[in-house]
Protein backbone atom coordinates (compact mmCIF):
# COMPACT_ATOMS: atom_id res chain seq x y z
CA UNK A 1 0.00 0.00 0.00
CA UNK A 2 1.43 3.37 -0.94
CA UNK A 3 -0.67 5.24 0.72
CA UNK A 4 -2.10 7.33 -1.58
CA UNK A 5 -5.88 7.38 -2.31
CA UNK A 6 -7.52 7.72 -5.68
CA UNK A 7 -11.20 7.76 -5.65
CA UNK A 8 -13.56 6.32 -7.64
CA UNK A 9 -11.87 3.65 -9.21
CA UNK A 10 -13.78 2.71 -12.01
CA UNK A 11 -15.98 5.61 -13.72
CA UNK A 12 -18.24 5.11 -16.88
CA UNK A 13 -19.93 8.43 -18.72
CA UNK A 14 -20.67 9.47 -21.91
CA UNK A 15 -19.26 11.98 -24.04
CA UNK A 16 -19.81 15.75 -23.10
CA UNK A 17 -19.83 14.82 -19.63
CA UNK A 18 -17.66 16.06 -16.99
CA UNK A 19 -15.71 14.34 -14.26
CA UNK A 20 -14.21 14.85 -10.99
CA UNK A 21 -11.27 12.93 -9.70
CA UNK A 22 -9.77 12.93 -6.22
CA UNK A 23 -6.18 12.10 -4.93
CA UNK A 24 -5.20 12.03 -1.32
CA UNK A 25 -1.73 12.02 -0.88
CA UNK A 26 0.41 10.51 1.88
CA UNK A 27 0.43 11.52 4.95
CA UNK A 28 3.04 14.42 4.90
CA UNK A 29 3.94 14.95 0.98
CA UNK A 30 3.25 18.50 -0.52
CA UNK A 31 3.45 17.62 -4.02
CA UNK A 32 1.17 15.54 -5.96
CA UNK A 33 1.11 14.89 -9.78
CA UNK A 34 -1.49 13.67 -12.16
CA UNK A 35 -0.57 11.33 -14.61
CA UNK A 36 -2.48 10.16 -17.65
CA UNK A 37 -2.13 6.23 -18.88
CA UNK A 38 -3.28 4.93 -22.35
CA UNK A 39 -1.75 2.59 -24.51
CA UNK A 40 -1.01 4.53 -27.00
CA UNK A 41 0.54 7.29 -25.31
CA UNK A 42 1.93 5.62 -22.33
CA UNK A 43 2.07 7.72 -19.03
CA UNK A 44 1.76 11.02 -19.45
CA UNK A 45 2.14 14.17 -16.90
CA UNK A 46 -0.74 16.37 -16.32
CA UNK A 47 0.21 18.99 -13.80
CA UNK A 48 1.84 19.11 -9.87
CA UNK A 49 0.83 20.82 -7.19
CA UNK A 50 2.90 22.00 -4.57
CA UNK A 51 1.07 22.58 -1.13
CA UNK A 52 -1.48 23.97 -2.64
CA UNK A 53 -0.30 25.99 -5.48
CA UNK A 54 0.02 24.83 -9.59
CA UNK A 55 4.06 24.31 -9.87
CA UNK A 56 3.98 22.66 -13.39
CA UNK A 57 1.97 21.83 -15.95
CA UNK A 58 2.41 19.04 -18.48
CA UNK A 59 0.60 17.64 -21.55
CA UNK A 60 -2.59 19.03 -20.02
CA UNK A 61 -5.59 19.83 -21.81
CA UNK A 62 -7.35 23.03 -21.86
CA UNK A 63 -10.92 21.08 -21.26
CA UNK A 64 -8.72 19.55 -17.64
CA UNK A 65 -8.27 21.23 -14.44
CA UNK A 66 -7.00 20.60 -11.19
CA UNK A 67 -6.37 21.75 -7.86
CA UNK A 68 -5.21 20.80 -4.16
CA UNK A 69 -6.72 22.05 -1.64
CA UNK A 70 -5.62 23.31 2.29
CA UNK A 71 -5.50 19.34 3.33
CA UNK A 72 -3.27 18.78 0.34
CA UNK A 73 -5.56 16.36 -1.51
CA UNK A 74 -5.84 17.29 -4.97
CA UNK A 75 -8.85 16.69 -7.32
CA UNK A 76 -8.55 16.32 -11.10
CA UNK A 77 -11.79 17.49 -13.50
CA UNK A 78 -12.42 16.50 -16.73
CA UNK A 79 -15.41 18.37 -18.89
CA UNK A 80 -16.68 18.05 -22.38
CA UNK A 81 -15.05 14.33 -22.32
CA UNK A 82 -14.65 12.87 -25.22
CA UNK A 83 -13.81 8.74 -26.39
CA UNK A 84 -10.17 9.78 -26.44
CA UNK A 85 -10.12 10.81 -22.90
CA UNK A 86 -11.03 7.40 -21.83
CA UNK A 87 -7.77 5.95 -19.61
CA UNK A 88 -6.34 5.59 -16.34
CA UNK A 89 -5.43 8.41 -14.62
CA UNK A 90 -2.71 8.26 -11.67
CA UNK A 91 -2.66 10.35 -8.98
CA UNK A 92 1.09 10.23 -7.15
CA UNK A 93 3.00 12.14 -4.45
CA UNK A 94 6.03 13.01 -3.19
CA UNK A 95 7.59 14.81 0.21
CA UNK A 96 8.76 17.72 -1.69
CA UNK A 97 9.97 19.32 -4.83
CA UNK A 98 13.05 18.07 -5.53
CA UNK A 99 14.70 16.05 -7.87
CA UNK A 100 15.85 13.28 -6.38
CA UNK A 101 12.60 12.19 -4.39
CA UNK A 102 10.26 8.79 -6.35
CA UNK A 103 7.06 9.10 -6.63
CA UNK A 104 4.50 7.30 -4.55
CA UNK A 105 1.00 6.39 -6.72
CA UNK A 106 -2.08 5.60 -6.06
CA UNK A 107 -3.93 3.00 -7.76
CA UNK A 108 -5.36 4.76 -10.48
CA UNK A 109 -8.86 5.95 -11.98
CA UNK A 110 -10.00 3.74 -14.76
CA UNK A 111 -12.30 6.44 -16.87
CA UNK A 112 -14.01 5.01 -19.84
CA UNK A 113 -16.03 7.65 -21.85
CA UNK A 114 -19.18 6.13 -23.97
CA UNK B 1 13.80 18.91 -22.88
CA UNK B 2 14.15 15.51 -20.75
CA UNK B 3 13.50 12.11 -22.25
CA UNK B 4 13.56 8.10 -21.86
CA UNK B 5 13.42 5.60 -24.27
CA UNK B 6 13.03 1.63 -23.52
CA UNK B 7 13.82 0.26 -26.65
CA UNK B 8 11.88 -3.35 -26.53
CA UNK B 9 8.42 -3.03 -25.66
CA UNK B 10 8.47 -6.72 -24.35
CA UNK B 11 11.45 -8.95 -22.75
CA UNK B 12 11.25 -12.93 -22.31
CA UNK B 13 12.90 -14.85 -20.18
CA UNK B 14 13.03 -18.32 -18.30
CA UNK B 15 12.96 -18.64 -14.64
CA UNK B 16 16.25 -18.92 -13.20
CA UNK B 17 17.83 -16.81 -15.86
CA UNK B 18 19.45 -13.38 -15.46
CA UNK B 19 17.37 -10.68 -16.79
CA UNK B 20 17.85 -7.36 -18.01
CA UNK B 21 15.57 -4.47 -19.20
CA UNK B 22 17.07 -1.34 -21.04
CA UNK B 23 16.73 1.95 -20.42
CA UNK B 24 18.71 4.79 -22.29
CA UNK B 25 17.79 9.05 -21.27
CA UNK B 26 18.32 12.25 -22.16
CA UNK B 27 18.51 15.20 -19.48
CA UNK B 28 20.23 18.17 -19.31
CA UNK B 29 22.98 18.54 -15.94
CA UNK B 30 22.71 15.94 -13.61
CA UNK B 31 20.65 12.96 -14.55
CA UNK B 32 18.13 11.53 -11.41
CA UNK B 33 17.05 7.92 -12.79
CA UNK B 34 14.08 5.85 -11.52
CA UNK B 35 12.47 2.47 -12.06
CA UNK B 36 8.98 1.70 -11.36
CA UNK B 37 7.23 -1.70 -11.53
CA UNK B 38 3.38 -1.71 -12.41
CA UNK B 39 1.26 -5.32 -11.74
CA UNK B 40 -1.95 -5.57 -13.34
CA UNK B 41 -4.64 -3.12 -12.18
CA UNK B 42 -2.26 -1.67 -9.57
CA UNK B 43 -0.38 1.76 -9.08
CA UNK B 44 3.15 2.06 -10.10
CA UNK B 45 5.74 1.01 -7.12
CA UNK B 46 8.86 2.17 -7.18
CA UNK B 47 11.96 -0.10 -7.70
CA UNK B 48 15.04 1.73 -7.07
CA UNK B 49 16.91 4.71 -7.94
CA UNK B 50 20.43 6.73 -8.79
CA UNK B 51 20.96 9.88 -7.21
CA UNK B 52 24.82 10.04 -7.19
CA UNK B 53 27.90 7.92 -6.02
CA UNK B 54 28.27 3.92 -7.05
CA UNK B 55 27.01 3.08 -10.53
CA UNK B 56 25.78 0.08 -9.20
CA UNK B 57 22.04 0.58 -7.65
CA UNK B 58 20.32 -2.03 -5.81
CA UNK B 59 16.89 -1.76 -5.23
CA UNK B 60 13.58 -3.63 -4.09
CA UNK B 61 12.70 -7.64 -4.93
CA UNK B 62 16.64 -8.79 -5.70
CA UNK B 63 16.67 -5.76 -8.97
CA UNK B 64 19.70 -3.69 -9.42
CA UNK B 65 20.46 -1.22 -11.77
CA UNK B 66 23.70 0.49 -13.77
CA UNK B 67 24.20 3.46 -14.24
CA UNK B 68 26.37 4.20 -17.38
CA UNK B 69 27.01 7.96 -17.77
CA UNK B 70 28.98 7.55 -21.11
CA UNK B 71 26.28 5.61 -23.00
CA UNK B 72 23.45 7.40 -21.13
CA UNK B 73 21.72 4.05 -20.32
CA UNK B 74 20.45 2.89 -16.54
CA UNK B 75 19.40 -1.04 -17.38
CA UNK B 76 17.84 -2.82 -14.80
CA UNK B 77 18.97 -6.20 -13.91
CA UNK B 78 17.90 -9.09 -11.89
CA UNK B 79 20.58 -12.67 -11.18
CA UNK B 80 17.82 -14.77 -11.50
CA UNK B 81 13.93 -14.07 -12.84
CA UNK B 82 11.42 -15.44 -10.65
CA UNK B 83 7.41 -15.71 -12.62
CA UNK B 84 6.53 -13.57 -10.14
CA UNK B 85 8.86 -10.86 -11.45
CA UNK B 86 6.14 -10.57 -14.59
CA UNK B 87 5.11 -7.13 -14.81
CA UNK B 88 5.43 -3.70 -16.75
CA UNK B 89 8.41 -1.39 -15.93
CA UNK B 90 9.02 1.83 -16.63
CA UNK B 91 11.94 3.93 -16.45
CA UNK B 92 11.77 7.62 -15.44
CA UNK B 93 14.45 10.41 -15.46
CA UNK B 94 13.59 13.67 -13.15
CA UNK B 95 14.85 16.73 -14.92
CA UNK B 96 13.80 20.98 -14.78
CA UNK B 97 10.85 21.61 -16.46
CA UNK B 98 10.31 23.80 -19.45
CA UNK B 99 10.52 26.38 -17.54
CA UNK B 100 12.95 25.44 -14.99
CA UNK B 101 10.93 25.73 -11.87
CA UNK B 102 10.12 22.00 -11.17
CA UNK B 103 11.38 18.10 -11.06
CA UNK B 104 9.79 16.68 -13.58
CA UNK B 105 9.38 12.87 -13.42
CA UNK B 106 8.95 11.90 -17.43
CA UNK B 107 8.93 7.79 -17.91
CA UNK B 108 9.68 5.78 -20.89
CA UNK B 109 6.72 4.02 -22.53
CA UNK B 110 7.10 1.01 -20.60
CA UNK B 111 8.70 -2.39 -21.00
CA UNK B 112 6.52 -5.91 -20.28
CA UNK B 113 8.45 -8.37 -18.75
CA UNK B 114 7.48 -12.14 -19.25
CA UNK B 115 9.12 -14.84 -17.17
CA UNK B 116 8.14 -17.94 -17.93
CA UNK B 117 7.94 -21.40 -15.73
Known amino acids: DSGVTQTPKHLITATGQRVTLRCSPRSGDLSVYWYQQSLDQGLQFLIQYYNGEERAKGNILERFSAQQFPDLHSELNLSSLELGDSALYFC?????????????FGEGSRLTVL | AQSVAQPEDQVNVAEGNPLTVKCTYS??????LFWYVQYPNRGLQFLLKYITGDNLVKGSYGFEAEFNKSQTSFHLKKPSALVSDSALYFCAVRGRDASGGSYIPTFGRGTSLIVHP
Open chain 1, 92 to 104: ASSAGSSNTGELF
Open chain 2, 27 to 32: VSGNPY
